[in-house]
């Protein structure tokens, strides 16, 4: 029996979607879903969520409607498109938006959507991959007007061991796209590390616990090296998604007149990843750029 007053909807059940979804469940929070995939949301229809026809009928359930999208034409399909929330929304729906999409076409469908439907926004992308979302560990960086950023945070909070406002609309984007591009950049050069110690006769799998402590230590040395030395590519995230936020970085700067050499090097390293197969294997998978 739900607890909470605030009728919660979730759009996009997926790697993500899902256990933050149970998570919402086991708060005892009411959560209407709808997946493009319908049978990706057994899970949580089997702990109690109500299951929608279509994103509009989330949207109608919903006084908070969560949306967790692959990318930035997916989202303007659930938006807009047939069915798509914008159909279903009332005024004063709030919309809490965890996907990584192009900020200004973000900032466009937010626009539009305050606009027609007076529905208000706030963007909120998450770090700390499918471990943090079953974990309720999630970090959620919220772009928006901070009442509304307030408002969404009972419901947040039992996907997430941060919340934290970076500023107006927009600015929970740029922020996770910073993450990205240390992520993006990071594996890259782990990679080629473990290549380098095995080329000299060294035993990659002693690096993480010698470096610990040092400067050159970091969470990604601990978790990714023993997982692209087992070659683990089970997808706890996707190189694809990887490589669809480093291109949305690629725009940013360019827009901004920003030169980024090293991430552009990495861009093409993942986009050449990907092209090889590699798209729905784990981020650790670039391992496999650095073999012969």
């Known amino acids: 029996m739900a607890e909470h007053d605030v009728r919660l909807g979730f759009i996009g059940l997926g790697l993500m979607g899902l256990p933050m979804t149970i998570r919402l469940l086991d708060a005892d929070f009411a959560v209407t879903v709808w997946n493009r995939t319908p049978k990706k949301t057994s899970p949580a229809v089997e702990k109690g969520a109500r299951l929608a026809a279509s ?4 949207a109608e359930a919903s006084d908070i409607v969560f949306t967790c999208i692959l990318d930035t034409g997916g989202m303007e399909q659930v938006v807009f498109g047939p069915g798509g929330v914008a159909e279903g929304a009332r005024p004063g729906t709030l919309l809490v938006d965890f996907s990584t999409i192009a900020p200004s076409a973000m900032k466009a469908m937010a626009a539009t959507l305050r606009a027609d439907k007076g529905v208000r926004w706030v963007d909120a992308p998450v770090t700390g991959g499918v471990w943090g979302a079953s974990e309720g560990a999630l970090v959620i960086m919220a772009g928006g007007e901070e009442a509304d950023v307030d408002e969404a945070r009972p419901a947040l909070a039992p996907m997430a061991k941060k919340i934290v406002h970076m500023g107006p609309l927009g600015a929970g984007l740029l922020t996770k ?39 050159a230590e970091s969470k990604l040395l601990h978790i990714d090296v023993p997982f692209m030395l087992a070659r683990d590519f089970s997808p706890r995230g996707q190189s694809k998604n990887l490589n669809k936020d480093l291109d949305i970085i690629r725009d940013v700067a360019r827009a901004g007149g920003t030169s ?3 991430t552009g090097l990495a861009t093409e390293l993942w986009r050449m990843h990907v092209a090889r197969g590699y798209g729905d294997n784990d981020g650790v998978s670039i391992i496999t750029m650095f073999e012969t």
Do not use: K, T, Y
């Open 55 to 58: 994103p509009a009928e989330v």
């Open 177 to 215: 796209l910073c993450n990205q591009l240390v992520i993006g950049c990071s594996r890259v050069v782990m990679a080629e590390m473990i290549s380098f110690a095995r080329g000299a006769g060294l035993d990659p799998a002693a690096l993480p616990g010698v470096l610990e402590g040092g400067l």
């Open 260 to 262: 980024l050499p090293m």
